[in-house]
């Protein structure tokens, strides 16, 4: 039976309750000040391919959007990480972040490194949105919905244990903060107007929980790869690479 | 400059050499009898994904060649694994080990359980093979070029250390000892014949590496997800789950 607007908006905020990346201990180590130098920069070298590719995966969106008021409403995501005139865009700041962790920012954006895992889980989203409806392609973006709790303790937990965190190395979470819930709110209004039968609304719930398979498997690649027992896969970035050369000097 | 196929094919050996899942240490637990029987099982299910999404890959392979000669050459792959009238096929022979672990093998051929990060990587190579070129789809193959090795080293450390290992259960790799050199020899012939020029002897080492990638994460995310200290992602196999009736009465 179709569930009532309420009820399915509660399931779909239950999926992140149980499965949103927050609940990994990767993130624990790192707001808590447990990691290392070097697990703090494997996270930001991985975590920049999933940055790199969320512009693409809206574009994939846009490209199947026969409505151009959807496509104008959607198109802020791709103008927030990719910059516009006025903005330097989500991007740039997260290379912001690799230069203060003592990155060198070029290392970073060639994505040489990344963890396998990483990519096959980003590429696995960007396909998703290729490939399924637009319903399951907007419900899939609605982990945006506990992102802005997690950003808030990043920015508090970064802030009070690394030397490297400042308002301009923590600007995009600051942002994020802003940009997320606008974002969310119109997504979220969209799946609870378009999921309007029960088959679709088990469709769009299926959609957030693969999305939070994405997030959470990211995160354990990063820790079976750079938490102790490490097991760093053939290929993937070694700490002392790819480094700043003020590190050097 | 162009690489002699006498030094192309040692560097296609020596990918295997540095990065074929041999190495992996979840292979020594395996095969030296020190995995635990639900370790056995989850790599069981694990892999199931992997083995019924070949035929899936071989069939996408062939709707993109247009030479009958090729195609032709290409299909006992996927015989191999369905099935004809005279063979059971190895997805089943799969099922065999599956229920001889304890397992129920249709819980097991219903994929539920199956870790995220595996369907990640699994689905990152059908959908390549779908996409790349002829030449890397075949170059990714040539994996089976290392396979022989592993597995009679599978079938010797199995028979030795564990109850459930008999010429039934592990009918599938006496199979593949015989099928993988047939399918390797081809295909190995064929990109030797075909990447004649450096660019894509570049880009046939590059899908060959890209291959030990997929098969690499796989035995990363079950290690990350139940070797000690074991961190089972929301969702996927729970030991205990999908036991076979047979081990309840």
């Known amino acids: 039976m179709t569930q009532t607007r309420e009820d399915f908006e509660t399931r779909l905020r239950q999926i992140g309750a149980e499965r949103y990346h927050d609940l990994h201990p990767f993130h624990d180590l790192l707001h808590g000040g447990n990691c290392t130098p070097d697990q703090v920069r494997a996270w930001v070298i991985n975590r920049y391919y999933y940055q790199h590719s969320i512009p693409m995966k809206d574009a994939a969106f846009m ?7 959807l496509r104008r409403a959607w198109r802020s995501r791709i103008e927030d990480h990719d910059g516009t005139d006025d903005n330097e865009g989500g991007i740039k700041r997260w290379l912001r972040l690799a230069r203060a962790v003592g990155l060198d920012p070029d290392y970073v954006a060639s994505c040489e490194g990344v963890l396998p895992a990483t990519k096959f ?95 959470w498997s990211q995160l354990d690649a990063l820790h079976s790869a750079y938490v102790t027992p490490a097991r760093i896969p053939p290929g993937a970035w070694v700490p002392g690479d790819g480094l700043a050369l003020q590190k050097a000097s």
């Open 63 to 69: 490209s199947r959007v026969t409505d151009p008021a």
């Open 121 to 215: 889980a980003v590429d696995a989203y960007v396909r998703y949105v290729r490939e399924k409806t637009l319903l399951e392609a907007v419900s899939a973006s609605l982990t945006e919905l506990f992102a802005p709790k997690i950003h808030a303790n990043r920015i508090q937990g970064l802030l009070k244990n690394y030397a490297f965190a400042d308002d301009s190395s923590l600007s995009y979470f600051k942002n994020r903060l802003k940009e997320a819930p606008k974002d969310v709110a119109f997504g979220l209004a969209w799946v609870l107007d378009h999921a309007d039968t029960r088959e679709k609304q088990d469709a769009a719930a299926a959609a957030l929980t693969f999305k939070t398979d994405v997030l």
